[in-house]
Structures are given as C-alpha cells and as structure tokens.
C-alpha cells in the first residue's frame, strides 16, 4: 500500500499530542516524588469532561475548560489519596483508574442515554491541525516545561523535592506543597490530552484512553524524567501507533498488529530503563518528623 508523505505526518503529528501533554505532565509528576500511574484516568476523563462541556454549552474552549476542572479534580483526589494519606501511589494509581472508568460509563448513560458514546461534538474548527490550540499548546507545553523544571526556583525545589524529601524539608521547602504542585500539573495536562483526543474523534467512547496513559509514563521513563525527552519518546510511540494503523490492511494479521505499539514500548523500556535514573523519593511516601 503506498503511503504519502504528507498524510503520514499529519497522522504521527495528531496521535503524538495526547502522549507529549500527558508524559510532559507525568514529569512534573514524578519529578515530585510522585509516580502517578492515574494518568490513564485523568485523561479519561478530561475526554469525557470536554465532550459534556462542549455538547452542554456548544463552545469547544469551554470544553476544554470542563475538560481541565475534571483533571484538575481527579489529580487533586489522587494527591490527597498519595501525598496526604500517604497511600501507596502505584495502588492508588490504579484504583483511581478503575473509579474513572466506571464513572464515565456511568456518566454516559446518565447524561447522554447511552452506555457507548456520546453524541458527535465539533471540537476546534480549523483548517489545519497545526492551527488546533491544543496542538499549539503542546508545543508551548514541552519548552515551557523544559524550562520550568530546569531554569527556575520552582523546578528547583520540585526536583529537590523528588530527589530527597527530607534534605528539601530541611532546607524550608514545603514537600506536600510541591507535590501537590507535580501531581496537578499532571492531571491538567493529561485532561487537555484527554480534550485533543476527544475533538479528534469527535465522540466520547467507553474507555477511549485506551492505554495511552501507560504508553505516556514509559515515554517519560524513555525521555528521562524531562519534558523534551518525554515529548521525542511521544513522537516515538505516535510513529509506532502510526504503522499499526497503515498495516491493518496488509498480510500481518490483525493481532500481532494492534499489539504492535506494547511490545515496542516493551522492548524500549527494556533498552532505556537501566540507562535512565528515576528521581531517587519517587514513590515514596514523606514522613515528616517533628524537631
């Protein structure tokens, strides 16, 4: 089957944004000491939060702004759950992403009178996906990041915070602020993927993240904890995700095809992990003892 250029670029470029916003976010995240395996369900449901948004007022910016407040909720319960309760993060992970995934489905039936998907929504009307703010915004998201995390006091101190909490507590910084601080970032981020992942397909449907919050945190992982790292790691998996699609008519059967983005991210994980060094207190819960 013969490809063309143009339409292989636009496809890598739209199925890398919602990997690049929801990994940049995944940095902020761990670099807290926070390893939010949530993400899969903060994007679940800003998708879910922009399509009732913009189905309810009929304005996409408004979507996308109910889009934030879910994931900006979401990453809140997960941050109260981890940093204040102290829960183990992995575990409250992926809890979290049960309860979202039940949630949206519940909240299909409920406000859309299906169990399936939503009714059509228009998204951003532009005439090019490079005009899409959304697109716009990943862009500004991964050199603002980039800078964030390494050029400024608060990148400082987050990175301190994830490095060794007790050294940054005993050094005035505020751990649970900070944390918190990753772990919402994170969340708004991975809704405004949720938001471009929606208008793209025009729809909300059961489970629509489809993995790409997992596939998010391995880009992070492959980045090595910074935001352009996470983001050419995301155009990585888009490009894979992008073959999966153009081989789906060929001779490969149909499985070893779909499981095709997994067992790349498998095999670079297994490639890049040992290589990569994880911030040192990420995942572990803060105990602050008293003087």
Known sequence: MEIEPLVLLL???????????????????????VVNLALEGMMLIGAFGAAYGQYRT???????????????L????FAFVTVTLKADQIVAG??????????????????????MNSPRVAGFEVSSLFLDPLFLLAVFVVFAGQRAL?????????????????TADSAGVNVARMRY???????????????????????????????????????????KWTPF????????????????IWLQSGWIPSQVVQSLPYVITLVVLAGFVGKASAPRDAGTPFEKHGR
């Open 11 to 33: 496809q890598i470029v739209r199925l890398a944004v919602p990997y690049t916003l929801t990994s940049v976010g995944a940095t902020f995240s761990e670099r807290g000491g």
């Open 58 to 72: 009929g304005s996409a910016l408004l979507g996308v702004l109910f889009a934030l407040g879910c994931g900006l």
């Open 74 to 77: 979401v990453a809140l319960l």
């Open 94 to 115: 992926i809890a979290l992403n049960i309860l979202v995934m039940g949630a949206t489905r519940f909240g299909l039936t409920l406000l859309f009178g299906s169990s």
């Open 150 to 166: 390494f050029k400024t006091p608060y990148g400082l101190r987050l990175r301190a915070t994830g490095e060794s909490a007790p």
């Open 181 to 223: 601080s990753g772990v919402l970032v994170s969340g708004a981020l991975a809704a405004l993927a949720g938001a471009f992942l929606l208008f793209q397909q025009h729809t909300f449907t059961d489970n629509m993240s489809a993995g790409r919050g997992y596939i998010a945190l391995a880009a992070m992982i492959i980045g």
């Open 229 to 244: 790292g996470a983001a050419l790691a995301s155009v990585l998996f888009a490009v894979t995700e992008s073959m999966e």
